[in-house]
């Protein structure tokens, strides 16, 4: 006696046809709230990846203090930048953001977040940011008159 083995199509084509529909979703507008920690000299991740062209809206919202000199600052930082709020695409260089920032990305990545300074151990505090991602694929052309 001969032992069969039937195996059902139907669920490796329902698995295949829910991850092409998957696959074609259309891209949209994410926002997503991150804390940033004035006594972390390292980026801190957000759950926002770009392509080259996307746009990103920042706001950031608190006041951190900047050791015993500067003292307590926005997100615009001091005049020296100390304190500033920073992003970051990918590997690329940091850029200044500040409390309000609208930015084209220059290239693909995750963005990272993190308190402009030389010396963290001294610092205390967050800041609240927001990030709103703007796939470039929604953007529409511009009207030509």
């Known amino acids: 006696m001969r032992n069969t083995v039937r195996l059902s199509v139907a669920p490796l084509l329902s698995l295949a046809c829910a991850a092409a529909l998957q696959a074609q979703s259309p891209p949209q507008i994410a926002h ?8 972390n000299d390292e980026w801190t991740p957000t759950t926002t990846t770009v392509a080259e062209g996307d746009l990103l809206l920042v706001e950031a919202e608190g006041r951190i203090t900047v050791g015993r000199v500067v003292g307590q600052v926005g997100a615009d930082g001091h005049s020296s930048g100390a304190g500033r709020l920073m992003l970051k695409i990918g590997t690329g260089a940091g850029q200044r953001v500040g409390a309000h920032a609208f930015i084209r990305a220059g290239e693909a990545g995750q963005v990272k977040l993190r308190v402009n300074d030389n010396r963290y151990a001294d610092n205390d505090g967050t800041f ?3 990030v709103i991602h703007i796939p470039a694929g929604l953007i529409p052309p511009a009207k030509i008159e």
Request: neutral net charge; proline residues 0%.
């Open 32 to 39: 997503e709230r991150v804390s940033v920690a004035a006594t």
């Open 128 to 130: 609240t940011v927001s």
